[in-house]
């Protein structure tokens, strides 16, 4: 299992258009992905699901915990870190 700890940088977070570019990715790999608010304090949840994604609840500044765990569960964080690392589409401010 690979876990990575991330600061959401965007200025929208999880919402609409960057929540469903997070899910098209994680839904790219095999591997089970979950998405967890720390700041928050919500449950693991599924980050190919967007629903779950949205009800997470993620804003700008948000601490989220990626877990991912099968065969290409290395490659899934990379890919997802980089995609929040550059703020999932949006213009970092």
Same mark, same amino acid.
């Given at each position: ?6 600061? &959401?940088? /965007?200025?929208?977070?999880?919402? #609409?258009?960057? #929540?469903?570019?997070?899910?098209? %990715?994680? =839904?790219?790999?095999? =591997?089970?992905?979950?998405?967890? /608010?720390? %700041?928050?304090? %919500?449950?693991? !949840?599924?980050?190919?699901?967007? +629903? %779950? ?13 990626? =877990? !991912? /765990?099968?065969?290409?569960?290395? #490659? ?6 980089? +995609?929040?690392? =550059?703020? &999932?589409?949006?213009? +970092?401010?």
């Amino acid at each position: 299992m690979q876990t990575a700890d991330l600061v &959401i940088r /965007n200025p929208t977070g999880l919402h #609409a258009r960057p #929540a469903s570019t997070f899910v098209k %990715t994680a =839904s790219g790999f095999r =591997s089970q992905i979950l998405l967890e /608010n720390v %700041t928050r304090g %919500t449950k693991p !949840a599924n980050a190919k699901s967007i +629903l %779950t994604v949205l009800a997470s609840g993620v804003s700008k500044g948000h601490v989220i915990r990626l =877990s !991912a /765990n099968g065969e290409d569960e290395q #490659a899934a964080i990379e890919a997802l870190r980089e +995609l929040v690392e =550059s703020g &999932i589409g949006e213009p +970092l401010e």
